[in-house]
């Protein structure tokens, strides 16, 4: 089976597929399509209150992007969740091993979750131990049975493809971080800048230990764009990405430095949250990607401010392609934006 990794935001929808091949160690990763289209404006912002809209757009874009990115090997598809939508949270349980964990996780997940715990789909994953007291960390992952029931009849609507995995974003960003440093034991903080929100996920000896969500998209940075110069979406969105020139390179630097600098600070508060367990929490790398990653300067900012290495993720720099059928320096470019996309692209097939 392929599976294809569907990322779908409130400004525009990713696809991926990837051929697998081989087992273990002994296993190789070529690209076998890619793409990107816009999504309807608003639409995926409505979920709570027009659920129906949303989901027919995204089986939509699911069905427009197998098509015209020729991704018809593909007949599963993965997705991921973000935003209010979901609950990821670091809990302290008594050791148990995963299977225990499945048995006793709603119990003691319950304290935790604001909604009745049987109106919830949730998961967990164990961190780590400490046998000197009999605790375990565990991440915790909630969403609502309502909203994965949505992701799923969004699949449905395609006609062409069946679901695979439901995962998180950021959890999706780190399967592709892991993939692109097997076994990393570093403390590195996977920041995923998107059109509505920002993922931080702060990984600790290469396992994610705090994950948080902030509503600074680099959208916000269009609207300001457009308001400010009376412009279209279109043009103010290449303005911010620096394929047009701005009618005033200082205002919209301005705007930029506005946005940047609440960046900036959300990932402050991320690592001041890790630092309240681990105090003595140093990262050793700051990982970009999303559609904002690529703004010009911007690694360059992070990595002065934190004092920190500091690197544009492109996941599709460490698969093999064919240059025939895919322009390198598209893949350059796009790259960054495909992380969600290729962390589900590599998820093992587990049929819903």
């Known amino acids: ?23 273990g160690k002994n296993y190789s990763v070529s690209l076998d399509g890619l793409g990107m ?17 949303a989901r027919t ?23 991921s969740l973000s935003g209010e939508t979901m609950i990821i949270k670091k809990i302290t349980m008594p050791v148990a091993t995963q299977k225990e964990l499945k048995q006793s996780l709603a119990l003691e997940a319950e304290q935790y979750i604001p909604y009745p715990i049987n109106d919830v789909n949730i998961d967990g994953h164990i961190l780590s131990t400490d046998d000197r007291y009999g605790q375990m960390s565990v991440l915790l992952v909630a969403a609502r ?11 449905s609507l395609t006609k062409v493809l069946k679901p695979a995995v439901i995962d998180v974003d950021s959890l999706a960003f780190y399967n592709a971080f892991d993939f692109v440093y097997p076994n990393s034991r570093e403390n590195v903080i996977l920041v995923d800048i998107g059109a509505s929100l920002i993922h931080i996920t702060v990984l600790s000896e290469g396992l994610p230990h705090t994950i948080k969500e902030e509503s600074v998209g680099g959208q916000r940075m269009t609207e300001e764009i457009e308001d400010a110069f009376g412009l279209p979406p279109d043009q ?23 946005l940047v600098s609440n960046w900036l600070a959300a990932i402050e508060r991320s690592i001041d949250s890790i630092r309240s367990e681990i105090q003595e929490y140093n990262p050793s790398k700051i990982i970009l990607a999303g559609g904002c990653a690529n703004l010009l300067g911007l690694a360059d900012q992070v990595q002065n401010h934190f004092n920190v290495q500091t690197e544009i993720f492109n996941p599709l720099k460490f698969v093999k ?3 025939k059928k895919f322009d390198p320096g ?3 470019y796009i790259g960054p934006q495909m992380a969600v996309s290729f962390g589900l692209a590599i998820r093992k097939q587990e049929i819903i």
């Open 1 to 23: 089976m392929s599976v294809i990794g569907f990322d779908i935001g409130t400004y525009a929808a990713k696809a991926l597929l990837l051929n697998i091949k081989g087992k």
């Open 37 to 53: 289209s816009q999504m309807p404006p608003g639409v995926m912002s409505q979920w709570e209150d027009q659920p129906i809209p």
């Open 57 to 79: 757009a995204m089986g939509a874009a699911m069905r427009s992007l197998v098509k015209l990115c020729k991704l018809s090997r593909g007949r599963y598809a993965a997705l």
């Open 145 to 155: 049975k309502e909203v994965v029931s949505n992701y799923i009849q969004a699949v």
């Open 236 to 258: 103010a969105e290449a303005i911010k990405l620096g394929t047009v020139e701005a009618p005033d390179k200082g205002e919209v630097n301005d705007i930029a430095d506005r």
């Open 321 to 323: 392609y064919n240059p």
């Open 330 to 332: 598209y893949l350059e």
